[in-house]
Structure formats: C-alpha cells, structure tokens
C-alpha cells in the first residue's frame, strides 16, 4: 500500500514542473487524492461492500470534483493533473503512467451490459476535455488531444484529435486520413454543399441563358460586372 502510495507521489513530480515540496504534493494535489480514496472504494467494491465503496467515491468527488467508479481498475502511477470534471466509469481499465487532464470522460454510449468503458493501455495521455467513449480500446503510447471525441479503436502510437477522433500520426509519422478509413462528417457535409452550390449555379446559369439569349458573363473578366 505505502510503496504504491510513493510510486503515485512520484508520478506527480515527474509529470508536473509546478510540484515543489512532499508536503505540497500530499496535501494539495486532488487528483492524488481522488486516485487514493479510488484504491480504497476499489477494494471494498471487490468486498463487494458496493454501497460503501460508492459512498467512499462519493466523498472524494465532493471534496476533489473527481468521479472515479469503485468498480474501475486503475494501474500504477497515473497523473491527473488539475482533474476537476473528470469521469471514470464502472468497467474502465487504464494502464501504468497515464496522464488525464481536466474535463476528460472516459465513459460509456448507452445502457449496454458488461465492459461499456473504455481500456486504456500504458504510457497514454488523455487532454483536457477529451471524451473516449464505449468499449474500445485505446493502444499503448498513444496521445489523444483535447477535445476530441474518441469512439473508435486507437493502434499503439498514435495520435488522434478531431470529432469524432481521428488518427493523424502514427509512430511519429503523419497519416493519411484515407488510409485509415476514418470517417470526417465536417470534410463529407462541406463537399456535399459544394456539390450542391455547384449545380444550382448551373441551373442559374441556364435561367439567364434563357431569358437573355446568351450566356453570363463570368466573374472577373475586368469589366467589373457579371
């Protein structure tokens, strides 16, 4: 317990410039306290003292505005920097020396049975208000930027960004957003209104033709008129 406690101190100073002191670290840092008040909730709820284990959550998220499930399982050494906002659900599994920012939710999409939380792997930096969402798996060394929205698998090495998330580098290297058959409902619905732009100039283009007799003059052609 004390040797896991001093692992989890040593996290915060290797993640935070800011911690000066022991003392500064133990008394003031919430995410370090939210994590030990979780270690104590996990093990009643693996007593299965449920409402116990949800009444010691409760508390630490009162006093340090962290919700992390009892029923979650967390491994060695993980940062929450600042945390305020963070949520951790029930089935969620994250791995050793991971970083999570404020705002981050790592919860589940509906009222599903079983594993409904996301697995994060070891050595994985969630951002500032980052959602990862359902039961995917997020690979080892991966970075998921701030504000994303994450509802698919994440390969080891890999950075994703964007809503819905998408993978732009992977081991170091920028990826193609085609090769990865990533979906981007913002690029799809901006060519969508040009396609559509496009065709009502044509049909523009036909009415003037008819009530003119000739075809528009284009724009730019220097005389300053259409």
């Not at 509802?151 to 085609?178: F, M, Y």
């Amino acid at each position: 317990m004390f040797k896991s406690m001093k692992s989890d101190i040593r996290a915060v100073f290797d993640n935070d410039p800011a911690a000066r002191s022991m003392f500064e670290v133990v008394f003031t840092y919430s995410g370090l306290h939210a994590i030990w008040a979780h270690r104590v909730a996990h093990k009643l709820y693996g007593w299965r003292r449920f409402t116990l284990a949800r009444f010691v959550s409760q508390i630490s998220r009162f006093f340090t505005g962290i919700e992390i499930h009892p029923g979650a399982t967390i491994g060695q050494r993980l940062f929450i920097d600042h945390g305020m906002g963070v949520v951790i659900g029930e089935t969620c599994e994250i791995g050793d020396d991971v970083v999570i920012y404020q705002g981050v939710t790592l919860g589940g999409t509906g009222k599903e049975k079983g594993k409904r939380h996301p697995t994060i792997g070891n050595n994985v930096v969630v951002g500032s208000g980052a959602k990862v969402l359902g039961s995917i798996k997020v690979g080892d060394q991966s970075n998921i930027g701030s504000n994303s929205v994450v509802l698919k698998e994440v390969p080891p090495n890999s950075t994703v960004v964007g809503i819905p998330g998408q993978i732009v580098r992977q081991h170091g290297r920028k990826v193609d957003r085609l090769s990865h058959q990533m979906p981007d409902p913002s690029h799809d619905a901006i060519c969508e209104l040009r396609r559509q732009i496009g065709e009502l100039q044509q049909e523009l283009d036909r009415v003037r033709e008819d009530a003119y007799g000739k075809p528009p003059r284009a724009a730019g052609n220097g005389d300053g008129k259409l």
